[in-house]
């Protein structure tokens, strides 16, 4: 993997590539409560996102469930459309060029160049078509090879995805796979047409550890090779312990604390991490783990008060964060971003 | 704990037929759960979980078939009961939360409206006691109630995975199994729910089968628990037995090389070979290609039951540790 | 990726697969629709008034004088008095005009067959573009068309037709032209829109669209395929309404064909026999008959195809 970058915010054009940025990006969904409702209620899915991907580097994100880690990909591959903000992804010709403008040949280009992998192995593969024309559909509507060549490129894929042999999982329909074997579709679905980015949406979720390993071996033996950059998003933080060079901890549709991963889990700053670490389950029945230091409400996103976002279940709170807006993600030394007044 | 199994388990066999052979998924299967008991399911992907619990509750597809064995639900063998027969007992004594959890949901339907579905299908409250319970149980899985009516493609994958599990909590079943429920889930949540089902189980005595490929919550989570490698079960026996002092090769793989978020960041190890076609499973026992102890007795005869106090593994070679 | 040496096992051809995949669908579908019994029912009613229309040229040809035994313009002059009751000649007996019935009855069963088909091709066509279209695209494009489906709901059909057939002479190919469009823009349009709308939603759909494909591509590979079934579905109960709506027309007298069961029904009405079915039964029987029995077996056809596409009704 490649060397990490510490520094979103200016980024030495000589070291490595910029390859995306995203700007401030906000995704709000109306709650559609009926035409007569003057003023919705909106859900905050996405709340001022900005980071940094370099070329060849892999950020990870975690977060609670429905924090907004799905729309922020979504967006980034230009699968929704932000609210507000801007994605910012190298062309062919090296520039920086706003997603939201492309049309055309360039945005097929883009496509070609930007995959997905889904979180959802079940729903995100048509029941109707096997797992070859599955494989098979990025380089069929991107006109790449012809036939053959194109068996033989999914074959090779599924090979490299641990799908042994390959033929025998080539004319099997979605149905017949375990969720393991459909995430390890999915993947090589992303994979098939050597893109430069990926977003990677819990790709490994229900995978076993050894072919999780295999698969995460692949990958980072991918960005080193041919310099594919990942937004790599899980709840598993071993995996990103492995997997990313940077990680970004997202809360309520904000990013909360960002900085190299081994530093963030080593001693994270933001209370929300620090609960998050707390409660990694650990692989002995006879351990027992220290309760987790965060009141147990819900948290929702629906039109969230001025305030810090993680208030009411913050352990270190107090009047100044309850009547300040959500803190700035600040500099809180060596790199390392976190949005916390107290920390 | 009481001696009489909610669930005894014989020498199950469930096959698929597909157009390039027969897919041997479960391989004479047994195992028994107690009142109150919940065991974890672990293996390799594709080794066979997720095939073990439909053939529990009877959900199979047309291309399956249950070649041999008893599945006994309170002492009642389910496998020669009719689809029509079989219905109260799914849902209401034995229920599932699937591994496609996301998408057992109707896309067209509010999700709230679905739960309460279930629940006025399978007991008495109806109305307004419906609609409470719907509140109570999206409490327990730490989703707001502001998303009862909201449409499931507007739940995050998490959401629809917590809503799924509400619904298999619903009727207060005998026996809930549970597909890898929380995948999709971060640790809080995560942590939240096992937690909260924990106490439904111990205030229910109600038991629980829990697959999973994460050993950290099986160790969390279950009492007992069974290592399956290509749709045989390989090793089982109480959890801390198995994870102290495993006997198979294949469950001494599973637990090194375990990821961790705390200590030092080791080299990850990978099995080696490849994951067996269970189109073709090789002879003898399963694992032998993969096996750094195997020997020739290994590649031809199925291997022998080895004992040692509740705990037991299928092996030539057992560790004697 | 290029690296990898190991050469995968490729089946000698990937058509050879598709061709078993296809097969073995076909195969299973085929089972299940076996064991519905009813739709088995329907297609031996089908295959028979097949073959009565095939058999039909063939006798007109060897056996049938075309003289007397042309449907439309063929005269019983073997028969003193008309109509006259079946005999061996006639096995179904002669109609007001002198002409044979069973003539009549295979001759129309082609027309009917070739109205009800296409028809319900035009229906399926249009109802599924429209049902895709419009779930796709949303906005804008699912309003008028939603819009126009309401429209043509609202439509009382047979007015329609009563006037149109009053201004242009309508023919079977005008009529079933316009069943079709009747019913593809209107209902059929409606029910597959919202199964499509179920469709748009899966992430699949996102899927294709970040792999690069257009919404051609997408509405044509990934929405289409899984409308068909329930499409299918609804040309079989467009079959039968059109050949229901035939038969009303033609006993109406407001359909430019030459030949149909529901003319048939006509003649016998407009020569005064229509209130004496007990003495002339075999004026009213064979028409009437046909066309309950062939709508019925599309329906029959059409509810089985429904088992068949929508698990959750089979009873295992
Ligand atoms: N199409 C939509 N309409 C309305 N709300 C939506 C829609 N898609 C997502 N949301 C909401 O946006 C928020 C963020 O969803 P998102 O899918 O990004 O979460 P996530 O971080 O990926 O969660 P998980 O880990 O559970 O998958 C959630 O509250 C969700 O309910
Ligand atoms: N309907 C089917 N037809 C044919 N083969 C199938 C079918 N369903 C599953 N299989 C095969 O059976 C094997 C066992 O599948 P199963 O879903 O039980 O695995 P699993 O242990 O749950 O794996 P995972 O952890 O990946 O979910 C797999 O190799 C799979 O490819
Ligand atoms: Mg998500
Ligand atoms: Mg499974």
């Known amino acids: 993997m490649s060397e990490a970058t510490n520094n979103t915010q200016a980024i030495p054009a000589a070291t490595s590539r910029l390859l995306l940025r995203a700007i401030d990006l906000s995704k709000r969904f109306p709650l559609s409560s009926g035409w007569w409702d003057r003023n919705p209620s909106f859900v905050h899915a996405v709340d001022g996102v900005s980071f940094d991907l370099m070329a060849g580097e892999t950020l990870g994100i975690v977060g609670e469930s429905g924090c907004g880690k799905t729309t922020t990909g979504r967006m980034l591959v230009r699968l929704a459309e932000p609210t507000e903000g801007q994605v910012l992804f190298e062309n062919e010709s090296g520039d920086l060029e706003d997603i939201a403008h492309l049309k055309g040949q360039p945005l097929k280009d883009f496509r070609r160049r930007a995959q997905m992998v889904f979180q959802d192995p079940y729903e995100s593969m048509n029941p109707r078509r096997t797992i070859f024309d599955t494989v098979a559909e990025p380089l069929q509507v991107q006109k790449i090879g012809d036939h053959a060549e194109r068996l033989e490129r999914v074959s090779e894929t599924l090979g490299l995805v641990g799908l042994t042999p390959p033929s025998s999982f080539l004319f099997r329909f979605p149905h017949e796979l375990s969720g393991g074997q459909r995430q390890r579709v999915a993947i090589a679905r992303a994979l098939v047409m050597n893109p430069s980015f990926v977003v990677a949406d819990e790709p490994t979720s229900m995978l076993d550890i050894s072919i999780r390993t295999g698969i995460m071996q692949l990958m980072g033996e991918l960005a080193d090779r041919l310099g594919i950059s990942y937004l790599y998003i899980t709840h598993d933080l071993a995996v990103a312990r492995y997997m990313c060079s940077r990680i970004a901890v997202m809360y309520l549709g904000k990013i909360v604390e960002m900085g190299e991963t081994e530093e963030v889990l080593q001693n994270p700053v933001h209370p929300y991490t620090k609960a998050l670490l707390s409660a990694v389950p650990v692989p002995d029945p006879e351990a027992t783990r220290d309760p987790i230091d965060i009141k147990g409400s819900v948290s929702v996103p629906v039109d969230p008060l001025p305030r810090c976002r993680f208030y009411d279940r913050c352990p270190i709170a107090d009047n100044f964060c309850r009547d300040n807006d959500h803190p700035p993600l600040q500099d809180k030394g060596s790199g390392r971003l976190a949005a916390c007044y107290k920390a | ?321 | 990726m290029a690296t990898v040496n190991a050469q995968p096992a490729v089946p000698s051809s990937v058509w050879r697969a598709r061709l078993r995949l296809a097969s073995r669908s076909v195969r299973e579908n085929w089972g299940l629709f076996v064991r519905t019994r009813i739709g088995l029912l329907g297609l031996a009613i089908i295959a028979m008034y097949a073959l009565l229309a095939v058999a039909h040229p063939v006798l007109m040809s060897t056996v049938w004088e075309p003289r007397i035994y042309d449907p439309v313009i063929g005269y019983a002059f073997d028969e003193t008095k008309q109509p006259a009751p079946p005999s061996l000649k006639h096995p179904l007996g002669t109609d007001p005009l002198g002409r044979d019935i069973l003539s009549q009855l295979m001759f129309s069963a082609r027309s009917e067959f070739l109205l009800g088909l296409l028809a319900a091709t035009v229906t399926v066509v249009i109802g599924t573009s429209v049902g895709a279209i419009a779930a796709y695209f949303g906005g804008w494009v699912d309003t008028i068309l939603m819009r126009l489906a309401d429209i043509m709901i609202m439509m009382p059909a047979i007015s329609v037709l009563i006037v149109l057939s009053a201004l242009i002479g309508v023919e079977h190919f005008e009529l079933a032209l316009l069943i079709g469009i009747l019913s593809g823009f209107g209902a059929t349009g409606v029910v597959l829109k919202s199964q499509a709308l179920s469709v748009v939603v899966k992430p699949y759909i996102d899927a294709a669209r970040s792999a690069g494909g257009g919404h051609f591509h997408i509405i044509l590979v990934h929405i289409v395929p899984n409308l068909l079934p329930l499409s299918f579905l609804y040309m079989m109960f467009t079959v039968t309404s059109a050949i229901f709506s035939e038969a009303v027309l033609s006993f109406l007298g407001l359909l430019n064909v030459r030949m149909s069961w529901g003319l048939m029904i006509h003649t016998t009405e407009s020569a005064g026999y229509l209130l004496q079915v007990a003495e002339f039964w075999w004026l009213i029987f064979p028409a009437s008959l046909s066309i309950t029995l062939l709508c019925s077996a599309f329906y029959l056809v059409g509810r089985s195809l429904d088992e068949v596409v929508n698990p959750r009704l089979r009873s295992r």
Not at chain 2, 197 to 209: G, V
């Open chain 2, 1 to 321: 704990m009481t001696t009489d199994p909610v669930l005894a388990v014989d020498d199950l066999k469930m096959h698929y037929v597909t157009q390039a052979g027969v897919v041997r998924a479960v391989d004479g299967v047994s195992f028994s759960v107690e009142r109150g008991q919940s065991l974890g399911l672990v293996g390799e992907s594709g080794c066979g979980k997720s095939s073990i619990a439909m053939t529990l509750l009877k959900l199979l597809p047309d291309n399956a078939r249950l070649v041999a064995g008893s599945i006994a639900l309170n002492g009642i063998d389910l496998v020669p009961l009719s689809e029509d027969e079989m219905r109260p007992h799914r849902w209401d004594r034995i229920s599932m939360v699937f591994q496609a959890a996301m998408n057992s949901l109707d896309p067209v339907y509010r999700v709230g409206d679905q739960i309460v579905e279930a629940l006025e299908a399978h007991s008495s409250s109806a109305g307004r006691d419906a609609m409470e319970r719907v509140r109570e149980l999206f409490d327990l899985v730490s989703l707001d109630p502001s998303y009862i009516l909201r449409y499931p493609h507007e739940y995050s994958g998490g959401m629809r995975q917590r809503a799924i599990i509400a619904m298999a909590l619903a009727c207060e079943p005998d026996i809930i199994i549970a597909d890898e429920p929380t995948t999709a889930l971060d640790v809080i949540v995560q942590d939240h729910i096992l937690r909260e089902m924990q106490t439904i189980q111990h205030s229910l005595e109600m038991s629980m089968i829990y697959i999973s490929h994460d050993m950290a919550v099986i160790a969390e989570v279950c009492d007992v628990v069974g290592v399956m490698y290509a749709g045989k079960l390989v090793e089982f026996g109480p959890t801390a037995d198995v994870y102290a002092r495993p006997i198979h090769p294949y469950t001494r793989a599973l637990m090194s090389a375990f990821p961790s978020v705390r200590g030092e960041k080791h080299e990850l190890v990978t099995l080696p070979g490849e994951p067996p076609n269970l189109l073709d499973p090789p002879g003898g026992c399963a694992f032998n290609p993969r096996c750094a102890y195997a020997t020739d007795e290994c590649r031809t005869t199925a291997p022998p039951i080895v004992k040692r106090g509740d705990q037991w593994a299928a092996c030539w070679n057992p560790s004697d540790e």
